[in-house]
């Protein structure tokens, strides 16, 4: 749960310091992102996309430690466009050069926006490495890639019950299994169903 803030926190990060003609694209993404993934994804370059890649509970030399201190293994995945392979991989050399640098100077402790979160946040327990994930099918579609990868340590500031109900969302389905009724697809009758989500009100 605390790694959801986390992400949300460093999404908002990278946000801020680039401007939209520097990054056109921002955001978290559900997984690794790769070439396979260009296909079914729309976005603009350059584009930066972030997720978390697991966590384990934080030790004694981490900058946050305790009972529920987690040190989070976060990446970004960044994103370039060129026509000429070499400007490419050059364009993204530098994005995500800057984007470590963007990363290291980070200290959300320091920050009154982060005030009122309910979990701390360090900053990054060493600075960001890079690994350059070239390929030919990214090279096909005129993109090179490189990841960019950290580790951050994050703490729940109030109990984790109150932390699950001020995270914690409700969703009830009422679509139910079966087949359609044979009258119903004569008439073009379409099911409707229809998902309601329940926010916790704070």
């Known amino acids: 749960m605390s790694a959801t803030i986390l992400l949300d926190q460093a999404v908002a990060r990278i946000r801020a310091q680039f401007t939209k003609a520097e990054v056109a694209t921002v955001q978290a993404y559900a997984g690794e992102f790769s070439a396979a993934e260009i296909p079914f994804k729309s976005y603009s370059c350059p584009a930066i996309f972030v997720t978390v890649q697991g966590w384990q509970p934080a030790d004694n030399s981490c900058r946050l430690s305790g009972k529920h201190a987690t040190k989070v293994r976060m990446a970004a995945f960044v994103a370039f466009k060129h026509a000429d392979r070499n400007k490419r991989m050059a364009g993204a050399m530098l994005l995500a050069e800057r984007l470590g640098i963007v990363m290291r100077q980070w200290e959300p402790m320091r920050e009154a926006a982060n005030a009122n979160l309910p979990v701390t946040i360090a900053g990054l327990e060493a600075d960001a490495t890079c ?19 950290w580790q951050q340590c994050v703490k729940p500031a109030v109990p984790m019950e109150q932390l699950w109900d001020l995270l914690s969302i409700e969703i009830i389905d009422s679509a139910r299994g079966g087949m359609v009724p044979p009258a119903a697809a004569a008439t073009g009758v379409v099911p409707v169903v229809t998902e309601d989500v329940k926010f916790v009100q704070n």
Do not use: H, K, W
């Not at 690994?131 to 990868?149: I, K, M, P, S």
């Open 131 to 149: 690994e350059n994930l070239y390929g030919r099918a990214l090279d096909a579609a005129g993109q090179a890639l490189f990841l960019v990868d």
